[in-house]
């Protein structure tokens, strides 16, 4: 099988590639491709999307990077490594247009090739996608399906995830929940052991995975990498080594809430991101970490009714710089009508200046964590989002970046970062003065 231009090969699919391309043949919608690094997943979706717009006038096509600048870097300015341009893969004479603007290829048929970053996913509400591709989903925000996936509903399109792992986040999910529904996904995870060039050698031969071994590569880097592991901890992720030490010392278990001592809250506050909510504890001389709660889109409201909803005593709320904004239209802050509906006092922590602070409020996260004790039951989710939080990665340059990924783990590592950096755990004396008790509310109100 090869795709043709005029008659001629414009790209050759490896036999490893193959499975893939008789699926989408099969009309199947839903696909998954985990792929070891450098297993040219990227080339292949690429050049099947290119066939598809040859094939079909006037659809459209989605190919979304976790970032403007990585879409750029691997479609726009990409090449192989026989120094091929990934460009030079649409045939010029169907090429109506490039936008270098709007990363956009139209056909002369009406079909058009748009690159996308999933960056600020609510501006990417529009019409409707036929094939909408997320290259290295692993790196994304993943909240932006909840834009995106209804946008491929409209048109009854198809919707293909892929990418190397990095953890059991969301790329794993997709994988797991659909891997043994055959009939509408088609699921594939390819390691070094399972691809081979044109002329049947491995891509990568043992010597080099030894000599990246030698040259520093961690092995949970290699066995993420290149063998497609989710089970060991990626280097990208911040709080790994901090949190699978809790759980060694039997940090992460049963440690409910104590009625008799008072409640602190470390919020991060958004509406189509997470709003986020970790409840803390001191007492026994213990900091104890009880309960999370997270949602979107919802008002300050809402999230008063369930502080109010739970049975804790509250002492002191932390909260991130732009509580303190003024609303345009009542001239008041959001501080002052979250201490309107109970909510307070509230603590205002300082926004980070810069990368460096930010980074500075991760190593804060990294103290804080072994000095805390988390109720697993209640935590559960809160735990996931500081497992997930982690750096961003430069594929071609294969290199960590200075700064974390924005994706549905950020807001709940963000409001344990305003825990951390507040003077909640300065020490271990329980307050003195009597804890704020939330007004009574009616059960069934509804907001």
Known sequence: MAFKVNGEFNFQPREYQLPFLDAMDAAIKRAVLIMHRKAGKTILLLNWAIEQMLLHDGITIWHTFSTKSEAKDTIWLGKTK???SFISYFPKEAIKDINNTD?????????SYVLKSTEEYDNLRGPGIDILINDEYSYQNDLAQEVLEPM?????GIIIYTGTPNGRNHLFDVYNNHQFDKEKWFCQILTIDDTRDEYGNPLFENEDIEDMRKSGKSEAYLQAEYYCSFDKS???AYYTQQLEKAKQDGRIGIFPHVPSSPVYTS????????TSIWFAQKWGGQFRIIDYYENRQQSFDHYAKVLKDKPYNYFQHYFPHDIANHEQTSGKTKKDYMESLGIKPIVVIERAKNRAEVMSGIDNVRTAIPKCYFNEKTCKE????????????????EVLLDSPVHDKNSNGADAF???????????????TETPFEMPSIKRNHQL
Request: hydrophobic letters at 35%; proline letters at 2%.
């Open 103 to 111: 990363f956009r290829i139209t056909f002369n048929n009406g079909s």
């Open 82 to 84: 026989d120094h091929k």
């Open 417 to 431: 970062r305003m825990l951390a950096v507040s003077d909640f755990l300065e020490n271990f004396n329980e307050p």
């Open 152 to 156: 491929v509903l409209a048109y009854k």
């Open 267 to 274: 919020f991060d506050i958004g509406y189509n991101d997470m």
């Open 234 to 236: 990626v280097e990208t």
């Open 382 to 397: 809160g735990l996931a989002r500081l497992a997930g939080y982690h750096a961003g990665y430069n594929e071609k340059r």
